[in-house]
Structures are given as structure tokens and as C-alpha cells.
């Protein structure tokens, strides 16, 4: 029979993922110290090591099974690509809906102080996403440093807002230029990089502009960070209950009962404007020259050359324009928490924005949020989990490697099409 | 008589102790397909490297006489070659931006004036006039060119799905739309069938009669090099070994021996 011999390599299959999944979790898990009276004493754990490693066999069975199966139907298959049609002809429609349910989220009935935290956390995520999709997905430069602007972005605010005092609206632009500046600075070195080098590199400059952070205490505080950072105000009304004298604040002002949940709504429209600017501006850019050519300079490099691209302004455009726009997510961040320590920016988050940016689908707007919900909303709801939810974290990426290896919407749509020209 | 287009000028071309061009002087005209033959690794695609500023070449000189101007093509480095000194080339495997479609394929050919209309993103961002019209002025140069091969009809399909021997000619035009003065094809025929390779002919006849374009072109199909070359250059280990018409290259006895084959 055939489906003997194929059944025969899955279990071999399945035998296998056990070997690995034992040297991984033996060690890690299966041992663990404790000190008891003097000295450490190694306690194993067989139970729990037994547990993961059959539970990491019977779930490489089922998925080759399950394979086995996509030759005749496929359910996830079908699903997954329905999906992915339907966008492709309904996506405006989609996006439509997507954005005025945005806009009524924070009132609707199931939404608490919670739910728009996290709602805002994501927003930031996406945005962040949207900004590094121009550099990785568009230009095809993977930056695993991404959160170096961000922290940039951060800092310059921070700074600028705790000394000279300066409004929100003066100081989000600055934050965005010098986290563009910063991005040029970064590009410089790396032309020449490609591929996994270009990473390393760009990795490096990350934890560079941590430790920096760290240690300029002069400036920076160091890693007790800058506190007392200025809140958003509505237009020159600040949210607080007691106005200064001769001051109105927000409440006051509109004649409401002070609570908190204005401030949030605030930051949540004010995030929703920010990462909405950001996408309205890649959409635009996406169709011109520059966009263009960043994304043939992903294809071919050399062909790009051979028709008269320059490829170091062309680069150098995607990481000051993709840097911008992590400054500004990072000036939002740090308006928000009133508060900014190196700890905000470690490698984790640039990780977190990159797996958004290649499980959302290379270049794909639209899977940027469905990818940064999926993540950020599945590490949320397990949080009782407290530090395990990183499993929770780590199981939301393997499931879409398996169902989606080339992102959730990989789909590419031309950014000009002779159809539409000649109508 | 016409004049030349490019004057290749004791051009020699070392990789440490291996010498790839010793000492090659020819010319090419305009309005004339000028072909390069030769034996694999005599050197042919190291001329076009040097001559489109992928290669620095040890020493020698490479002139383009346009029509007000002479430009030393050694000065120029990299994507400037196809940008200022307007020089295109075509690479031996195709070189396309497969995940882009067709036309924008063309497009990005067309980037530098694109670029400048667009005032360098920020009328574009904008949306303004100035910007469309140039765009669509860019979009139509880029149909005439696939109305030309007969491909308009898959402008918007990727341009890695289409057929080999579409790839190449969309390659050619891609190349075309740069607005060249001399063109380089390196290999256009290779993986063509017959069909194929003879509408490959009319197109670069017609580039070289209506565009007023040079043409240098690298090839071992001899059905095209015979069949189209006004100027033939014979290469083999780095040296020339022979410079004429295409008709006396095949008469020619030293080329036979060294490429062409004698018949059994």
C-alpha cells in the first residue's frame, strides 16, 4: 500500500522531532538546581521532560498526518487561501470596516480601561511595524535594530519635552528627525551589507545605542531613566482633575466629570491618527519612484545599477524614512508612560517588530495588523500565565510558519497597473 | 560613412596574475551591431563589465562620442554608466525584477526622470500634476515598447511568469527605456529556439535602423551574429584575433580554428 510507506516516514518523522525535543528539553527543563542547606543539588524533573517530548511527537504526527490528508482536502489550506482571495478582492472594503471599527472601539460597551491599554499597545506595534515594513518588507534590508530608533525617537522627546518644556506637537517632529538622522547614520556603514551580514550589523547597532543609553548618565540618566515626562495635552487643555489657577483642563473645559479613561481614549485616537499617517504614507510612496525602486532593489541589486538606480540614496531614503516614523512611534511611547528606561529597548522588541513585519507577509500593510493583533492579542490573553506566556508568544509563530510560510498575506499587488491606465 | 560611437582603446583588464583583456583596441559605430565572439572564457563579458562600470579596468581607455560630447567611460562608476553616459546592458542570465510586474519593470528604467518629476517624492506625495503627467508620459513610452514585442497584453502579469524567451526581450526593452546611446547585450539569444531567436533579430534591427541606438552584442548563436552583425570582433584568451564584416569573420582561417570549428 502506499499510505503505509508515507505513514512509515511520518512516525520516523515524528521519532525524530522526539530526539531533538529531548536535547532541548532535558537539559533545560529536566534539570534544575535548587540549593539546599550548602551547596547546589541538581533535582530532576523525568515527568515533565516526558510530557513536552510526547506532546512534541504527537504534534509533528498529526501535522504530517494532516499533510498526508492535503492531497485529497486541506481544510486550513482552503481556508487560509480563501482568505487571502477575499482580501485580494474585497481589501479596500476590509480596510474600510477595520478602520471605523477603530473608530468607535474605545465606545463600545466590552471596552474597559484594560482592553484600550492593550488595544494602544497593539496600535504602537503596528505602527512600528508599518514603519520597519519599509525598510524590510519594501527594500528587502533586514534591520534587527529597529528598536534602536524607537528608542531615539523616545529619548529625543523625553529630552526635549522634560527641558525646554515644548508641546507634544513641537517635539513628535524632532523626535522623528533625529530618529531619521539616526537611521542615515546607521545606513552609511551597512551599503555594502547584505542578507545575514546586513542583520549582525544592524543587530550590533541596536545594543550599541542601548548601552549608550545605559551609560551617557550625564544625559540619560542612565539606566534609572527620565521620569516626569510631560503628558499629551488636547490642544493646550491638559487631563488633569485640579487645573492650575487660571487654567482650564480638559473635563473642566467641556463641562464632563473628570476620569481617567479621557486620557486613554485621547492616546488611543492619538496613536491611531499616528500609525494611520504612517500607513497612508507607504501606501503613497509605495507607488512612486522611490518606492519602486526600493523594492527592485530587494529583486536585483545589480540589475537596479544597470539601469541607472542609485542604490545608496535609494537605501539610504529607507532607513531615514522607515527610522522616522520608529521615532515617532517611540515619541508616542514615551509620551504615554511618562516614563523611559534603556530596559524599553532591548533586543526582544526589535525581534517582536520583525516577526510582525515576515509572519504579517513581506510588504502586505494589512498583514502587519492582522500579524501584530495575532501576537501581541495572544501574548496578552494568556498573561495570568505570567512568564510562560512567551510559549503562548512562541506557539502563535510556529503556527503560522506551518499554516502560512510565506506570511499571513503574501500576496503582492502591482503598484501600477496598463489596466487601469487605459481606462 | 558613420561615425564611431565607441573607441575601446588598449584596454587591459588583470585579476591578480590572471590577464582576462590583454591589450584590446576596437571600435563600434552608430547605427551598426558590433558582435563579440569567441571561445568561453575569452573574455567577452569582461569587456562589458568594464564597459558599463562593473569592473575598473587596469589600464587602458574606453571613449563614447555622443553627438556634442566625449565622455572617458572610466570616469564613470556604477549605476551613473546607464544614468549619465547612457550606456545599457543586458546580463547573460536574465536579470529581471521577477516579483515586480512587466510594466513596472519598465518603470523603474525610467527611474531618474520619474525621480525628478516626482521632485524627489515630495510633488508625488503630494500628488501634483507635474508628477502624473510624467507618469503617464512614462507608462506610455513603456507600451510602445510592448506593443513593439507583442506583449502589452501580460503588462500586469509578474514579469517571472512569462515564457524565457519573453524575459529576454523584455530585458532588451527594459534596457531601452534607459534611453541608451550604445547598448550591451551579453548573450540575448542563449535558450532561444529558432522562432524565437529570428523575432529577436527584427528587434534588434529595428533598435539599431529607428532608435539610432549602437549596439554591441555578445553571442554564440551564429544564425543572429551572421545574420544581423554589420561588425564582427573575434576575442580568444583576452586578445583580439580578428576585426571585420561578418562574412569575412567566417572566411577568415585563424577564427576558424579558434571558435568557429572546421567541418569534418
Known sequence: ???????????????????????????????????????????????????????????????????????????????????????????????????????IFPFLPFTDRYVLDVSIMILTYIMLGWGLNIVVGLAGL?????????????????????????????????????????GILLGFPVLRLRGDYLAIVTLGFGEIIRIILINWYELTNGPDGITDIPRPSFFGLPFKKFPEEGESSFHTFFNLEYSTMHRIIFLYYLILVLALMTNYFTLRIRKLPVGRAWEALREDEIACKSLGVNPTNTKLTAFAIGATFGGFAGAFFATRSAFVSPESFTFIESAIIVAIVVLGG???????????????????????????????????MVLIMIFKPKGILSNRKPTITLKNYLK | ?????????????????????????????????????????????????????????????????????????????????????????????????????????????????????????????????????????????????????????????????????????????????????LLCLDEPAAGLNPKESSELNKLLKF????????????????????????????????????EGTAKDTRNNKEVIEAYLGVEE
Request: one cysteine or more.
Open chain 1, 142 to 182: 533586514l534591520d534587527l535594530g529597529y528598536v534602536a530608533f524607537y528608542a531615539v525617537g523616545a529619548y529625543s522627546y523625553a529630552l526635549i519635552a522634560t527641558t525646554f518644556g515644548w508641546s507634544f506637537w513641537i517635539c513628535l517632529p524632532l523626535a522623528g528627525l533625529f530618529a531619521g538622522f539616526f
Open chain 2, 1 to 181: 560613412m558613420n561615425k564611431n560611437l565607441l573607441e575601446v582603446e588598449n584596454l587591459t583588464m588583470k585579476f591578480g596574475g590572471l590577464t582576462a583583456i590583454d591589450d584590446l583596441s576596437f571600435s563600434a559605430k552608430d547605427n551598426e551591431i558590433t558582435s563579440i565572439i569567441g571561445p568561453n572564457g575569452a573574455g567577452k563579458t569582461t569587456v562589458f563589465n568594464c564597459l558599463t562600470g562593473f569592473y575598473k579596468p587596469t589600464t587602458g581607455e574606453m571613449i563614447l562620442h555622443k553627438k556634442n560630447e566625449t565622455i572617458a567611460l572610466k570616469k564613470f562608476t556604477d549605476y551613473k554608466i546607464a544614468y549619465k553616459a547612457k550606456v545599457a546592458r543586458t546580463f547573460q542570465n536574465i536579470r529581471l525584477f521577477s516579483a515586480m510586474s512587466v510594466l513596472e519593470n519598465l518603470l523603474v528604467a525610467q527611474h531618474n526622470e520619474l525621480m525628478i518629476a516626482s521632485g524627489y517624492s515630495i510633488f508625488g506625495i503630494l500628488n501634483l500634476k507635474r508628477y502624473k503627467d510624467k507618469e503617464k508620459e512614462a507608462v506610455e513610452k513603456s507600451k510602445y515598447w510592448l506593443d513593439i514585442i507583442g506583449l502589452t497584453n501580460r503588462a500586469d502579469d509578474n514579469a517571472g511568469d512569462l515564457p524565457y524567451g519573453d524575459q529576454r526581450k523584455l530585458e532588451i526593452i527594459r534596457a531601452m527605456c534607459t534611453n541608451p546611446k
Open chain 2, 207 to 242: 533598435i539599431k535602423t529607428e532608435k539610432q541606438t549602437g549596439i554591441l552584442l555578445i553571442e554564440h548563436d551564429m544564425s543572429v551574429v551572421m545574420g544581423i552583425s554589420d561588425h564582427v570582433v573575434v576575442l580568444n584568451y583576452g586578445k583580439k584575433i580578428f
Open chain 1, 362 to 396: 513581506m510588504g502586505s500593510q494589512t498583514g502587519v495588523v492582522l500579524a501584530a493583533i495575532f501576537l501581541i492579542g495572544i501574548t496578552e490573553i494568556f498573561r495570568d500565565l505570567e512568564q510562560y506566556r512567551m510559549i503562548a508568544f512562541g506557539g502563535a
Open chain 1, 1 to 103: 500500500m502506499k499510505n503505509s510507506s508515507e505513514i512509515k516516514t511520518i512516525i520516523k518523522d515524528s521519532l525524530f522531532t522526539g530526539l531533538i525535543s529531548l536535547a532541548l528539553f532535558g537539559p533545560i527543563v529536566g534539570l534544575k538546581t535548587s540549593s539546599k542547606g550548602q551547596g547546589l543539588f541538581v533535582t530532576p524533573h523525568v515527568g515533565i521532560v516526558v510530557l513536552l517530548v510526547t506532546a512534541c511527537i504527537i504534534g509533528r504526527f498529526l501535522i504530517g498526518l494532516n499533510s498526508l490528508r492535503k492531497k485529497e482536502i486541506s481544510l486550513i489550506a482552503n481556508i487560509t487561501s480563501s482568505i487571502s482571495n477575499y482580501m485580494d478582492n474585497k481589501g479596500k472594503h476590509v480596510a474600510i470596516t477595520g478602520f471605523l471599527f477603530a473608530i
